[in-house]
């Protein structure tokens, strides 16, 4: 099935219909702030698309009874795979947000191209399980651990070198014949968060992505915002500006295993993550003091409506950060009793080991139907 391009209008209200499954016309208007005309033409449009379907009439006070718009499923799929240092994932996203598959496609020496036909190979044939026709599939988003220095050319850690300097987007698009998205992965699980996470809450938030490193992806009015290199949201340097140790998942691993916790490597340490774990208290005792000036500098240099806390840092140690964050100007004294609006802290909703995928997965409908 090819979609038609999707108005503006159309795609506000098909990320409201997502968000909660099925949505009263009536209650569209209320949350996109669209005229009842612009919200009948829009679910119009996106029926004929096929994409959303007219249901019941539903009552919602006075006036005449509203119809319900639900969200077709099966209607588009996208194939989402993260690269990271460690391990390659890949899921099957449907459009209501549905994982309906996952694999791991990690493979010795991490080789890309492999990988990538790994990848496609998955999300096909789990189509054809389905009984689904391919021609539903969206195509493929990319996510890897690396800043740009080019248009869909990243520059990966060691461990990840036949990813680099290669443009992603030729490279697998040649490969497979299908529609390529590429992002680093803090941008892409910020999208992720953005559709299907608690970044559904705001319009413009900060993500921020604990890994092996650290880094950032900004949503800004429904969009993340990329910067001139694609690199807005490498915050990992402002540790070293500040004469701080990036507190990432690596740093956690040394400080665990300095107190007798031995794991095989990031993936088993954030699946059997158990908070009790000797040295987890001292690596907090640390890093709090680097966290809480990263969110402070962010609060004051972005004004977003939040930070969201994330990546693969296991929840419940994110969330203990977030309670322990300091603002600095709550030391200072308040001009005329009045201090500039808080800015939310938030933990990521998505879990940890699928962040990534899922992010890379959201990226497609993010560039094709949503925002």
């Known amino acids: 099935m090819k979609v038609a391009a999707i108005s503006g209008r159309g795609r506000a209200v098909l990320f409201a219909v997502r968000r909660h499954g099925r949505i009263s016309r009536s209650a569209l208007i209320r949350e996109t702030e669209l005229s009842g005309t612009a919200v009948f033409r829009a679910t119009e449009e996106l029926e004929a698309a096929g994409l959303v379907r007219a249901g019941e009439a539903v009552a919602a006070g006075r006036g005449q009874p509203s119809a319900t718009i639900h969200i077709k499923p099966d209607a588009a799929f996208a194939i989402g795979l993260s690269v990271m240092t460690d391990r390659a994932d890949a899921v099957l996203l449907d459009l209501a947000g549905n994982v309906r598959a996952r694999r791991e496609v990690t493979l010795p020496g991490m080789p890309r191209d492999a990988i990538i036909d790994a990848a496609a190979a998955f999300g096909i044939e789990t189509l054809a399980s389905l009984d689904i026709d391919r021609n539903r599939l969206k195509g493929i988003g990319i996510a890897v651990a690396g800043f740009f220095v080019a248009p869909d050319t990243v520059n990966p850690g060691a461990e990840l070198d036949d990813w680099a300097l290669v443009d992603l987007h030729a490279a697998a698009s040649r490969r497979l014949g299908l529609p390529v998205a590429v992002e680093n992965i803090a941008g892409a699980a910020a999208i992720g968060e953005r559709l299907l996470g608690v970044g559904a809450r705001y319009r413009s938030f900060c993500y921020l992505n604990v890994a092996a490193g650290f880094g950032a992806g900004l949503v800004v009015d429904g969009t993340l915002m990329r910067g001139r290199h694609g690199n807005a949201g490498e915050v ?34 954030v699946s059997r993550f158990d908070p009790d774990w000797s040295g987890v208290e001292a690596w907090l005792a640390e ?44 030391a200072w004294p308040a001009r005329r009793n009045r201090r500039a609006p808080a800015t939310m802290l938030d933990v990521a909703s998505l879990s940890p080991d699928l962040a990534g995928p899922l992010g890379a997965a959201s990226l497609v409908f993010h560039q094709t139907l949503f925002d």
């Open 236 to 269: 990992a340097g402002l540790f070293a500006l500040a004469g701080r140790t990036i507190p990432n998942l690596a740093t956690l691993r040394a400080c665990l295993a300095d107190h007798g916790v031995a794991t095989t490597g990031i993936a088993d340490m």
């Open 287 to 330: 890093h709090q003091p680097s966290f809480s000036y990263l969110l402070g500098a962010l609060r004051f240099t972005l004004d977003t409506e939040a930070l969201v806390l994330g990546g693969r840092l296991p929840r419940e140690l994110a969330r203990r950060i977030i309670a322990a964050a300091e603002w600095p100007e709550d």
